[in-house]
Structure formats: C-alpha cells, structure tokens
C-alpha cells in the first residue's frame, strides 16, 4: 500500500474508528477468534514482524505468544496507538509494499487481514519472502474470499447465503457496520483466492497450511453465530522456498 494511495487515505481517515472498535472487548469479530489465532501461532522466542499492525492487537498476541515483535503500519495514528499500549518491542512507520527491513531478519512475518487493503499483493508477498529467515514462515489472515461477493438473506442463523455478482475479477468494497453505539467505515479490495495464491507462489512462498477458524461464542457473542456455518476468515501458513 502505497503511503499516498486510496488505502492510505481511507485508514487514516477512520483510525479513530477503529482503535475504538478495535479496543472494545469482544465487539470485533477478532475476539471470537483469539485463543484459535494465538494456537495457530504457536510459542516461540524469534523476532516477529506484525506487518499492517493497527492498534496493535495481534503485536500483543505475539508477543504473548513469546516473540520479539516490531510492529509496521502505513498510518502513524495506528503506529502511536500500538507504542501507547505497548504493543510490541519496535515500532515502525512503512507500507507493506516497501519494508525498511534488511533482508532475512525475521522468523515470523504476520500480516492479519492486512492483504485486502494492500493495492498491489504480489509486491507486498515479495517483501514478505526478503525479510522471512530461510527457515521462516509467514502467517496471513484474510477476509473469506467469497464472502465480499456473497450475504446472508436475514439475520437468522439459517438464512440463506446469497451470491451477487461474479467470484472472479477485483474490486472495491466500501461499507459500514454499527453495533453498541460505535461505528466503523471499512474500504479494501475483493479477489478471488487464486489471486493471493498466485502472489505467494510467485514471490517464492509455498502454503503449508490452511485453516477456516470457527468462531468463539462465548462471552455474549451471538452476532457471531451465523459463522458457524460458513467461514469468515481464511488463515494460511507458508514457507519461502529456496531460490
């Protein structure tokens, strides 16, 4: 994401929505999905770099999880949220696409729904794979692909799932949610799975694992029920293979 592009300009103009929404326990759907995230991850003691950090949420996870963590962001609102929550051991101020970062320097690269806001995903799995160590990984968290071209006809659980449009070909998506007296404006871009896999592939990253998290409905989450029958989010696992 380049730092004067539409995506820029769209998080930094809602970055207080979003700390807001973000910070509020249990309002987003990432704290149905928590304790699986943090599993998914797994413990471990290297240097982890949350790549889109936002307030800081997932820099606090890996580093829980036991990680030396810098944590980047294209917008400073959200760099300075995270340094004030004391998100993380580092803090940088960069887009995904141009990494200030010597090449090889992390064990773990994380980027939680981060790749639906990045103009140019083949440029940002590139960089992903220059600053992943050999024996690395990265991890990446997307919106379900077929969801931004598909709703639920109701609020009941067992609506049906309606598909608008083409799967196939990206665009904009532009929307807002309201719930419990705070509002959030969401902008990104809709693809298709192949495209991400096409970006990971090319950039020398091979998928090693795959997961369609169910979400946590404990704690008065019932707004999070219909994701028990189709998946919101799409967690992957990939190694950078040797060039």
């Known amino acids: 994401m380049k730092r004067r592009g539409e995506d820029y300009k769209h998080w930094s103009q809602v970055a207080e929505e979003w700390v807001a929404w973000a910070r509020k326990p249990n309002h987003d759907a990432f704290w149905a999905y928590r304790a699986s995230l943090a599993a998914f991850i797994g413990r471990g003691n290297g240097k982890a770099l949350d790549v889109g950090c936002g307030e800081g949420r997932v820099s606090r996870e890996l580093s829980a999880c036991g990680f030396q963590v810098t944590a980047v962001d294209p917008v400073n609102r959200f760099v300075r949220a995270a340094i004030d929550a004391q998100s993380a051991s580092h803090y940088t101020v960069a887009s995904a696409t141009e990494l200030p970062f010597d090449n090889a320097r992390f064990d773990l690269v994380v980027a939680y729904n981060v790749l639906m806001d990045v103009d140019d995903v083949p440029a940002a799995s590139k960089e ?22 598909a709703h639920f006809a109701s609020k009941e659980i067992n609506t049906p799932l309606v598909l608008e449009g083409s799967y196939f070909g990206r665009k904009r998506f532009e929307g807002v949610e309201e719930r419990d007296d705070l509002r959030m404006h969401f902008a990104g871009w809709s693809q298709p799975l192949e495209a991400y896999g096409i970006a990971l592939e090319e950039a020398g990253l091979a998928i090693t694992s795959l997961r369609e998290p169910v979400p946590d409905l404990d704690h008065g989450r019932n707004h999070m029920a219909r994701w028990i029958r189709m998946p919101l989010f799409l967690w992957l696992k990939a190694r950078p293979l040797a060039f």
């Not at 990984?137 to 071209?149: F, G, R, T, V």
Request: aromatic content about 14%; overall charge positive; glycine content about 4%.
């Open 128 to 149: 992903f794979r220059r600053v992943i160590r050999p024996t690395g990984q990265l991890i990446i968290s997307i919106a379900y692909p077929l969801m931004d071209y």
